[in-house]
């Protein structure tokens, strides 16, 4: 399995958690739950919202599963996502805290998506990985309020 993060493709054996203190190595608390509310996604039909929305590939699970570990393994710290299909078909993946919104579109065949704004007006719109501000860094100030 191959996904994107930063413009780089990534497998899951290139997912490594960083030793925290005292040797341990630890995914953050929340990494089991969110694998869970994305494998319960590929259970959605079309229609699934009555409107006719897409179904959620499992190709586009994979591939939010993989960015979901890589964030997990480089920042730890980071609150956990509110995980939602997209009605294209996608998933999004959204952090708000401390003024800060964060959302991530992953789809099925193009790179995911990073849009972020904040309450001082700083927002933008792009390829993840081409970001101004890096999403590792976003999430640490999303999670330090």
Avoid: H
């Avoid at 993060?5 to 953050?28: F, H, M, N, T």
């Avoid at 494998?39 to 960015?67: F, Q």
């Amino acid at each position: 399995m191959a996904a994107y993060y930063g413009g780089e493709s990534l497998s899951d054996s290139d997912i490594v958690v960083p030793k925290l203190e005292g040797g341990r190595s630890e995914p953050p608390t929340w990494l089991e739950d969110a694998r869970r509310e994305l494998r319960d996604l590929v259970m959605l039909e079309t229609g699934w919202d009555s409107y006719g929305a897409l179904a959620v590939e499992p190709t586009t699970i994979d591939r939010a599963n993989a960015l979901i570990k890589r964030i997990a393994a480089e920042a730890y710290f980071a609150p956990q996502p509110t995980i939602v299909p997209s009605t294209e078909g996608g998933v999004r993946l959204q952090w708000t805290r401390g003024g800060t919104y964060i959302l991530v579109q992953v789809d099925a065949e193009s790179p995911p998506t990073l849009y972020y704004e904040q309450t001082e007006g700083t927002s933008w719109e792009g390829t993840l990985g081409e970001e101004p501000k890096p999403l590792i860094k976003l999430l640490w100030e999303a999670a330090t309020f």
